[in-house]
């Protein structure tokens, strides 16, 4: 055999090898790969990426009225990513009108990123000047500037402790409203001396 057909003969056979290790790797190897690859991905993130720890929020208002919340543990509703679940919850809300601060407290809280509304439940603490309030549920509407406060409401300032079902109290204009949901009963309302 002469030497270009024993180079015709090599370069075929190379050629071919290089097509089956091609056809190979493209086809065969490299699926495994990938479909691991995103498994682990996929693992991954429904184990990590909707837990957020430290979580500081803050926004403000047309009016200037600033809104603060933290947490120490939050997470992201899978249905609704708007939606952030937390967990030992802290808010200010700093009133821009008479540099007042509303500071509340809870152990779960649930934020809307979108409307800035949040849920706060069980050991709710607000303080607003010299005025405690604590309940088991306190829902913020930031765009209606308004506080419900219920269940297990006790409300206590200097002179007074009062009891009631709800409070609802716009922050703007201290518009207070306190009520029982059953008509036959009474706000229960006690002086401090």
Known sequence: MNK????KISFIIFIIIFSILVTYFKY???????TNKNLEISEKNFVNSNIIKDIKYSSTDLQGNEYIILAEEGEIDLNNTDIIFLKDVNAFIKIFKNKETITI????GKYNTASYDTIFSKNVKIDY???????????FS???NLLIISKNVVYT????????DVIKLNIITKDTKIFMHNSKDQVSIEGMN
């Open 4 to 7: 270009k057909k024993i180079l």
């Open 105 to 108: 407290s809870s152990n779960y």
């Open 129 to 139: 000047i010299k005025n405690k309030i604590t309940s088991n549920y306190l829902d």
């Open 157 to 164: 300032n200097q002179e007074n402790i009062l009891k009631a």
């Open 142 to 144: 930031m765009a209606n």
């Open 28 to 34: 065969f190897k490299k699926n495994e790969i990938v």
